[in-house]
């Protein structure tokens, strides 16, 4: 695909333009996504309208475009997450029916958690995770659970890009490669009020062949109210579950 003047490809300005939508902002006008994926005002144009023909795009009646809902059918046809997911409900669903809160899903991406399902119950407790959102790794259990059994050279590689992490979790004495090495010890991370103050997260790594974390499964329950020598074999019996779903598990 031809390169514009500025050396970036339409495939890369017509991949902006898609990542430009997230969950703080699902739709916007026509400048305002100009702005975010920055490219030329025109040829946002020109592209919003080829990727609204094509259903890429659809567009608000106040003029506003959003992602379309041919790009959600597509993702759903068939993927990674999509096949992860299935393999899990059951057991999310499982686990909700014990906690009563919020049972989710999630991966590692680009140094985030990526959310793959969420599963809640009515009056349940504030939890800022969304599906399809993303989190900060260092300030979740899920995100805690998926570094800690990721291999060696993935973990250095994150605290050398995020120096902020080991001052976000303790300021003073926090030893970060420490934490990971007792999570992988006791197989769970445990996180209070790092995202919101009045709650618990806990999770454990769902983990492949070669004992590395391919995804996490955690709930997020009521600071003082969680039980977790209760939770966390269910959490551990609810990961194996879904390891063996997508024939993860040794032979």
């Known amino acids: 695909m031809a390169n514009s003047r500025s050396g970036d490809s339409m495939l890369e300005r017509f991949v902006r333009i898609l990542s430009a939508f997230d969950a703080t902002r699902s739709s916007m006008s026509v400048s305002t996504l100009s702005r975010r994926a920055e490219v030329p005002l025109a040829t946002t144009y020109r592209l919003v309208d080829e990727m609204a023909r094509h259903e890429l795009l659809s567009r608000e009646p106040s003029g506003e475009v959003r992602l379309g809902l041919r790009l959600w059918e597509l993702a759903n046809r068939s993927s990674p997450a999509v096949d992860l997911r299935q393999a899990a409900m059951p057991f999310m669903e499982d686990i909700q029916s014990v906690v009563r809160q919020h049972t989710q899903l999630a991966v590692l991406k680009d140094d985030e958690v990526l959310i793959i399902e969420r599963l809640s119950s009515r009056g349940s407790v504030v939890n800022q995770a969304k599906i399809a959102g993303r989190m900060p790794v260092h300030r979740t259990a899920m ?8 291999p060696n050279h993935v973990q250095e590689s994150y ?15 926090f030893d970060f490669r420490r934490h990971l090495a007792g999570i992988r010890k006791r197989g769970y991370a445990s996180f209070d009020g790092r995202v919101d103050t009045d709650t618990t997260g806990l999770a454990v790594p769902v983990l492949g062949k070669h004992g590395q974390a391919i995804a996490a499964i955690g709930v997020v329950l009521p600071l003082g109210l969680e039980n977790l020598p209760a939770i966390v074999p269910v959490l551990m019996a609810g990961a194996r579950g879904i390891a063996r779903a997508v024939g993860e598990l040794p032979d």
Do not use: I, T, W
Request: proline content about 4%.
């Open 159 to 173: 605290l050398a890009r995020h120096p902020e992490a080991v001052a976000v979790v303790d300021a003073v004495s």
């Open 143 to 150: 995100g805690m659970a998926l570094l800690a059994y990721a």
